[in-house]
C-alpha cells in the first residue's frame, strides 16, 4: 500500500497466535528492528508510531524491556497512534502516574474503554464494528452508528 513498516518485538513470545503473526509480517517483508532507534532518529526516520506495545488487560508496573521503550517513546515528538489503550496507561484509571504515552490519535476497538475518557490527543476513532445490538443493550454501551459498512468511525 506504499508503506515500509518496521517493528520493534523486543520480547517475543511462544504462543502459537503471535508465532502466526510474525510469520504473516516476514511473508509481507515487514523489517523486524533487532534495536529500537534512539528518540532523535525515530524522530528524524519515522512519519508514525503505531502502538500496540500491551493489551487492554495490563496491569501492574511496566517492566524490563517495556520501560525503556516506553521512555525513549515518551521523548519522541514523532505523532503516536495507540490501539485500544495508550501503553503505561491503566484501561480504567488512565495514566495517573503521567509516565505512560501521550498519543494523538486512539484507535479503541469494539468499545472505548473508560481510560479513553482521559484522551486528550486530536484523533479518537472506533473500530471493529461487531457489538451486537443486544450486547450493546446489556452493557449499556452508547455506540455511534457505523457510516454504512464502515469498520471505523471518527468519535
Given at each position: 500500500m506504499g508503506y515500509d513498516p518496521e517493528i520493534y518485538y523486543p520480547k517475543r513470545t511462544p504462543k502459537d497466535i503471535y508465532k502466526i503473526?510474525?510469520?504473516?509480517?516476514?511473508?509481507?517483508?515487514?523489517?523486524?528492528?533487532?534495536?529500537?532507534p534512539s528518540a532523535?532518529?525515530?524522530?528524524?526516520?519515522?512519519?508514525?508510531?503505531v502502538?500496540?506495545?500491551?493489551?487492554?488487560?495490563?496491569?501492574?508496573?511496566?517492566?524490563?524491556?517495556?520501560?525503556?521503550?516506553?521512555?525513549?517513546?515518551?521523548?519522541?515528538?514523532?505523532?503516536?497512534?495507540?490501539?485500544?489503550?495508550?501503553?503505561?496507561?491503566d484501561v480504567e484509571n488512565g495514566d495517573p502516574n503521567g509516565t505512560g504515552l501521550k498519543p494523538d490519535t486512539l484507535v479503541?476497538?469494539?468499545?472505548?474503554?473508560?481510560?479513553?475518557?482521559?484522551?486528550?490527543?486530536?484523533?479518537?476513532?472506533?473500530?471493529?464494528r461487531m457489538v451486537p445490538r443486544e450486547l450493546a443493550s446489556q452493557y449499556k454501551l452508547d455506540l455511534p452508528p457505523y457510516p454504512g459498512t464502515d469498520?471505523?468511525?471518527r468519535l
Open positions: 503473526l510474525v510469520a504473516q509480517c516476514e511473508k509481507l517483508n515487514v523489517r523486524f528492528l533487532t534495536e529500537l532523535p532518529d525515530i524522530d528524524r526516520d519515522y512519519h508514525v508510531i502502538d500496540a506495545i500491551f493489551g487492554f488487560s495490563f496491569k501492574g508496573a511496566v517492566r524490563s524491556p517495556f520501560d525503556t521503550v516506553l521512555a525513549t517513546l515518551v521523548q519522541c515528538s514523532t505523532p503516536i497512534a495507540s490501539v485500544d489503550v495508550p501503553s503505561g496507561w479503541s476497538l469494539t468499545a472505548p474503554k473508560t481510560c479513553s475518557q482521559l484522551f486528550t490527543g486530536r484523533h479518537h476513532y472506533l473500530g471493529l469498520q471505523i468511525v
